[in-house]
Nanobody, 127 residues
Framework: QVQLVESGGGSVQAGGSLRLSCAAS????????MGWFRQAPGKEREGVAG?????????YYVDSVKGRFTISRDNAKNTLYLQMNSLKPEDTATYYC???????????????????WGQGTQVTVSS
């Protein structure tokens, strides 16, 4: 089992920045992928960014956040981050951290590739 706890959400004006954190605990050695997803009201959960744990490789980003968001991981702290810059109102959503085992390889953008999920943290961007 892997436990994930997100933090860092909040309200910000368009153009602002936020950094989300996801602290992982438990059987983290079994984790192959970690990612960030988001879900806005009335919409499906969307893969925002994903990274392999070892080695990280090239991160995955959904097109709408490329150049604005950066995913990273501090292995020593077992913490995943999502730096979000130049935020837009359409980035408003609940953001979830996720972790997956070997089945996530090549599928980092897919919710079904991940076994463990955090409780979510709200990000609200006002215009």
């Amino acid at each position: 089992q892997v436990q994930l706890v997100e933090s860092g959400g909040g309200s910000v004006q368009a153009g602002g920045s936020l950094r989300l954190s996801c602290a992982a605990s438990g059987n983290t050695d079994s984790t192959v992928c970690m990612g960030w997803f988001r879900q806005a009201p009335g919409k499906e959960r969307e893969g925002v960014a994903g990274i392999y744990t070892q080695p990280p490789g090239i991160p995955y980003y959904v097109d709408s956040v490329k150049g604005r968001f950066t995913i990273s991981r501090d292995n020593a702290k077992n913490t995943l981050y999502l730096q979000m810059n130049s935020l837009k109102p359409e980035d408003t959503a609940t953001y979830y951290c996720a972790a997956g085992g070997p089945s996530c390889v090549g599928r980092r953008s897919q919710t079904s590739a991940y076994n463990y999920w955090g409780q979510g943290t709200q990000v609200t961007v006002s215009s």
